[in-house]
């Protein structure tokens, strides 16, 4: 009969998620995050690969937990204007939660990557590049909707908010408050075009 594993995989994962996201994927070695998974490193690599596929499936959870708010918004909200809203203040939130790393892993994980974790970070730059285009299909919608004017600049309109949804998580790392970014999302959406007025 096969030897069960000693450590709970879930926590242990959890635990890596919070090194990657604390520390960036290149400056958190194997050492520390055996010390705060504690296990061994033969059942790191036993149950997640190596270093990489562990960051990898690190990463898939923050998605599905921590970082699921911009996704739900942007189904759940009726405009794109209140769903760009609702995302800049859950962002206010979720990037100063004193229970866990400030910001956004999938923004501050490849800070400071080398030429050997380039991969890593062209990897999270196409999350936040995917972050961006979903902004921009959802303001389009509008535009295409009549909710926003024909002369509304969608892609330019996405950048812009993208450009504030990550300036916020490095403003959380640098120790800005909840408060502090919820006055800088207000300031953000008085860049909203005009909504067009319903037709009588």
Request: one cysteine or more; aromatic letters at 8%.
């Amino acid at each position: 009969m096969a030897r069960q594993r000693a450590f709970d995989r879930d926590e242990a994962l959890d635990r890596a998620l919070r090194a990657f996201w604390r520390h960036g994927y290149e400056a958190t070695s194997i050492a520390e995050l055996t010390a705060v998974m504690d296990i061994r490193p033969p059942s790191l690599y036993a149950a997640f690969g190596d270093k990489r596929r562990l960051f990898e499936e690190a990463l898939r959870r923050y998605q599905e937990s921590y970082g699921a708010f911009t996704a739900r918004a942007l189904a759940e909200e009726p405009t794109a204007r209140e769903a760009i809203e609702r995302i800049l203040y859950e962002a206010a939130d979720e990037y100063t939660d004193p229970g866990h790393p400030h910001g956004c892993m999938i923004i501050s994980a490849a800070v400071n990557c080398g030429p050997e974790s380039s991969e890593v970070e062209e990897g999270l730059r196409l999350k936040r590049e995917a972050a961006k285009a979903a902004l921009r299909e959802r303001i389009e919608r509008d535009v295409t909707a009549g909710l926003l004017p024909p002369s509304a600049d969608a892609a330019a309109l996405a950048a812009y908010y993208a450009a504030v949804i990550q300036g916020m998580s490095t403003q959380a790392r640098d120790g800005a408050s909840r408060d502090e970014l919820e006055r800088t999302a207000a300031l953000a959406m008085r860049a909203w075009p005009a909504t067009t007025p319903p037709h009588p």
